[in-house]
């Protein structure tokens, strides 16, 4: 179930990156260290046994869902619900399954765990910021 979740997960990462892409090559780029971004942690909390076959799996998905942006996006209406599906899916996964593991942490020191939340949250906040302030400014 966990591996169907993370494919569904990596689809929506691959329309997500195949809309911007149609876009704009900065555009993708930009989504793309977005993505990457995020999908670090949620990659290093997997266990070391399971992940290497889960990686093969679930990465398909993403390539499935990137061809699929990539030969839909033409239409200007197609981005429009690509983004509103992508957006609603990474709500979905912060609300429904993020937040509850950041609740249920056991730790002596419960600040430093909130600061270490806070301080996460910011960061990644904070690289969306620069990413959306300075697109257009990427080049090679």
């Known amino acids: 179930m966990i591996t169907i979740g993370d494919g569904i997960h990596n689809f929506a990462d691959g329309l997500a990156i195949g809309a911007a892409f149609s876009v704009s090559w900065k555009s993708g780029l930009a989504t793309s260290l977005a993505v990457l971004c995020h999908e670090i942690p949620h990659e290093l909390g997997k266990s070391v046994v399971r992940a290497p076959l889960s990686w093969v799996l679930t990465a398909l998905h993403q390539f499935i869902g990137l061809y699929i942006a990539l030969s839909v996006a033409t239409n200007p209406s197609?981005?429009?619900?690509?983004?509103?599906?992508?957006?609603g899916l990474f709500l979905y996964v912060a609300l429904a399954d993020m937040l509850p593991?950041?609740?249920h942490v056991k730790s002596r020191s419960p600040l430093f765990v909130f600061f270490l939340h806070n301080l996460g949250l910011m960061v990644g906040w904070g690289i969306l910021l620069l990413l959306s302030f300075y697109e257009d400014n990427i080049g090679f």
């Open 101 to 103: 593991t950041m609740m």
């Open 78 to 87: 197609a981005k429009d619900w690509i983004s509103a599906f992508t957006a």
